[in-house]
């Protein structure tokens, strides 16, 4: 695979409904998006945009949850199998709360027939990436664990099955602000940590925050609504192994007062064309 090749590619993709008598009702219209692989580091992908313009549905078409009504989805250059599985982390926690973790974790690998020995070889891994390892024994359920360490379970559990990609709709959506903050250094932390076990793993983040979006993203998407597309790609030029640190720097906040002006332009018009 090469840097230029998609590891994600969506193509004229088209969304619409038919109501009982028979009108049509267009959600997401001319959406493409092309997300390339970058070997040994991988990509972080945001996507910003109001409720309703159909950022979480995005991610259920690469998740193979939803097919659009016409366009396709490509997964490494080749269209989009049933049997192509991609992890995805909820904002609602998913875990099997009656499994320890260590067990949460290596389920997808025991339905694919992965000898016992392997399987756990292969989730220790990724519980070490997510800083679970003390906690691999303890049932993955609220409050021997909290609502960050589950969370973190859903994201080691998802890494086990596909490492290359993992898709995350608004995952910190329901954690108070201060776990929240930590969660966006923690998965700095877990991103990095993946490089050193030779994993480029890129990510796509659904998020309704704009600072969360630039501390975490290599290039964030915006998208407008009714119908849905993409209108703006902005590269965020900003240390790739980013601290808390890096929220002071000058860059930083005009990244984020930009994309809010863009924002707000957008809840004014329509129509408006992909800039960078």
Known sequence: M???QGIIELKDIGQWYVDEKGQKTVVIEDFNLMVENVPKRGQFICLLGPSGCGKSTVLR???????PSEGQVLLYGKPRKEEDHVGMVFQQYSSFPWLTVLDNVTLALEIKGVPRKQRREQAMA???????EKHAEKYAQYPILSGGQLQRVAIARSLVSNPNLLLMDEPFGALDVNTRLRMQEMLMTIWE???HINTATTIVFVTHDIPEAVYLGTDIYIMQANPGKIVHHIAIDLPFDKTRQVKRDPRFVQYVYGIEDKMMALSQQKGVAVSG
């Open 193 to 195: 940590r993946l490089w």
């Open 61 to 67: 078409y690469i998740a193979g949850l939803q097919k």
């Open 2 to 4: 090469t840097a230029t």
């Open 126 to 132: 990724y519980i070490q990436a997510c800083d679970l």
